[in-house]
């Protein structure tokens, strides 16, 4: 497993899932990331910073945010 830092880009609160740009990387983008229901959903606000866990690296879809911050 490897965190990664990241930008929320947009969040889907029916699905609780995300789309996050990684940092580091202009073209790479996770879409339909799953967000940890601990989160509320009130604190997904594009911009804001996220820690996005990745089980997989060769499937960069394999991934969850684990924490938002500013």
Same mark, same amino acid.
């Given at each position: 497993?490897?965190?990664?830092?990241?930008?929320?880009?947009?969040?889907?609160?029916?699905?609780?899932?995300?789309?996050?740009?990684?940092?580091?990387?202009?073209?790479?983008?996770? !879409?339909? #990331?799953? =967000?940890?229901?601990?989160? $509320? +959903?009130?604190?997904?606000? &594009?911009? !804001?910073? #996220?820690? =996005?866990?990745?089980?997989? $690296? +060769?499937?960069?879809?394999? &991934?969850?945010?684990?924490?938002?911050?500013?």
């Amino acid at each position: 497993m490897d965190v990664r830092s990241g930008v929320l880009k947009a969040f889907d609160g029916a699905s609780y899932t995300a789309t996050v740009q990684l940092t580091g990387s202009l073209a790479q983008w996770l !879409r339909t #990331v799953p =967000v940890s229901r601990g989160i $509320a +959903s009130g604190e997904m606000t &594009a911009g !804001r910073k #996220v820690a =996005v866990a990745v089980f997989d $690296a +060769s499937n960069p879809a394999d &991934a969850v945010v684990v924490a938002v911050w500013t």
